[in-house]
């Protein structure tokens, strides 16, 4: 039988216990050096605190992946994913402290110190656990594998295998590479199997099965792109001897570009190798859409508030819809209805086309003048020379995105994401420009913190959307969040 390797934060499980253990033993330190108390967690209050601080450790576990590629960082860099977690736990107790209402009677000194010691404790007992993982792998030999390729694969392969940190234990017996019928098995001299480089074997079919059949081997490496036929005759004859048989798929030429973003994918009688820009988890999805609806519910009642206000300015200056509502291109390629407070005249659509000729954007992927006369109240001039319309002021405070809270709440756009292109812009993408619509697309982006205006160069707006997919996380939404508010406030880079 074969045991499928362990995914998530709970494969590295033995860390997750200590950073439970690390942070209750700092949290009794900080008590005993702050307050200097021999009854610990004497108070109500401070046993709540160490309730919390046990759910921080499970919901950064959850949603942050602190371990994962835990065993292949420096010290240095151990060191920086420590004070990342404490700094991203040391929240998550803030906010749950806050909305408990307890967090004016806990000593603020206390929880500092928590996070020091924590941070103490996690880094000298990270090292030794890494130290007793690093000799156990090396003392213990479990597992015993053979490889079966031709003789230009053998070396990457067995690399790929020894150096893999999901097999420990791990022993390459034999490297068989395959080199036509009848010249029969010649064994080269044999390397130390131990460090597993393994023999080297030349022979057939039959002397790889013969091998197999008459030596330790728990498991098969098979990768014989040249001969799909015999691959899969050899994977069948190795399962039937109750081998385990693992067919290598792809070598991919950049691993650390693109290993993460694949998946192996079975449907009916069918395996397929997955491709994806960015592959999120369900409770990832789950967080974000959580995110989005408390934000749309938030703007959607805002935009009430603001139509009150805004609604009379916009119809006495321009008489018609206060409301814009436009098609635009979501996630994939899927159109949707838009909406915004009505910051042109009616007839802006039309104007576009005479107004060509002045766009700012080079590529015309993107519509961007100066003094942009279908603005309502653009011939209005501020004491600096500025357009000083009703539509500029609307558009210069962001005030007519709020009514998209509306899309956001419907599921059709994020609060945080890509630009949803135009129909006539979405027309004129090339293929690489369409990896941008891999995601929801968001009233706010890297683009939209970015300069907005300033950004004239449609590869450059591309390139910042595509370094949010592929960087993609929660705290990176909030971080984007809370630019786009000190941007909105400040008025820069808008229309």
């Known amino acids: 039988m074969y045991q499928k390797q362990t995914e998530g934060w709970w494969k590295h499980w033995d860390f997750f216990l200590m950073d439970i253990i690390g942070l209750q033993l700092a949290f009794l330190l900080a008590e005993i050096f702050v307050l200097q108390l021999r009854n610990i967690h004497y108070h109500d209050i401070y046993r709540t605190e160490a309730l919390l601080l046990f759910l921080c450790v499970f919901v950064h576990a ?17 060191l920086v994913r420590i004070l990342y977690s404490a700094v991203y736990m040391g929240i998550l107790d803030v906010v749950f402290l806050y909305f408990l209402h307890v967090a004016v009677y806990l000593s603020r000194y206390v929880l500092a110190m928590t996070w020091v010691f924590y941070v103490l404790l996690t880094a000298v007992g990270r090292y030794f656990l890494k130290r007793i993982i690093a000799y156990r792998r090396k003392s213990s030999v479990n597992r015993s594998v053979m490889v079966v390729t031709s003789r230009e694969w053998i ?28 010249t029969g098995a010649q064994e080269t001299e044999p390397a130390d ?71 192996i994918e079975k449907t009916g009688q069918n395996v397929f190798l997955t491709y994806a820009v960015r592959t999120v988890t369900l409770p990832e999805l789950l967080l974000k859409r959580l995110l989005d609806i408390v934000g749309g519910l938030v703007g959607c009642i805002l935009t009430g508030i603001l139509f009150v206000f805004i609604a009379p300015l916009i119809y006495a200056a321009s008489p018609g819809p206060v409301i814009f509502a436009q098609t635009r291109v979501g996630r994939g390629g899927k159109t949707f209805r838009m909406y915004k407070f009505r910051s042109m005249y009616p007839d802006a659509e039309k104007r576009k086309e005479e107004l060509q000729g002045e766009n700012k954007s080079p590529d015309g992927l993107m519509f961007k003048m100066d003094d942009d006369p279908r603005i309502i109240g653009s011939g209005k001039k501020r004491k600096d020379g500025s357009p000083g319309g009703i539509g500029n002021f609307i558009r210069r405070t962001s005030i007519d995105e709020f009514p998209q809270f509306w899309n956001v709440l419907r599921g059709d756009m994020s609060l945080v994401g890509t630009r949803p292109p135009t129909m006539d812009e979405w027309e004129k993408y090339s293929p690489n420009h369409r990896a941008r619509m891999a995601t929801r697309p968001g009233i706010t982006g890297m683009w939209q913190v970015s300069g907005r205006n300033n950004v004239m160069d449609f590869e450059e707006v591309v390139k910042l959307d595509m370094e949010y997919i592929r960087n993609w996380s929660l705290l990176l939404d909030l971080k984007l969040l809370a630019k786009t508010i000190l941007v909105a406030l400040r008025g820069s880079g808008a229309a």
Request: charged share 20%.
């Open 155 to 182: 070396p990457q392969v067995m690399d790929s295998i020894k150096n893999s940190q999901q097999d420990p234990g791990c022993v390459i017996q034999a490297g068989i590479y395959l080199a036509g019928n009848g």
């Open 193 to 263: 199997t131990q460090s597993g480089a393994g023999y080297e074997i030349q022979g057939d079919e039959a002397d790889a099965l013969t091998f197999a059949a008459h030596n330790w081997v728990d498991e098969v490496y098979l990768y014989l792109p040249e001969n799909d036929a015999l691959e899969q005759s050899l994977g069948r004859d190795f399962i039937d001897m109750g081998i385990i048989v693992h067919r290598l798929l792809e070598t991919l030429a950049e691993p650390d570009a693109i290993t993460d973003q694949i998946l």
């Open 62 to 78: 959850f949603l942050a992946d602190p371990y994962g590629g835990i065993l292949r960082r420096s010290m240095s860099g151990e």
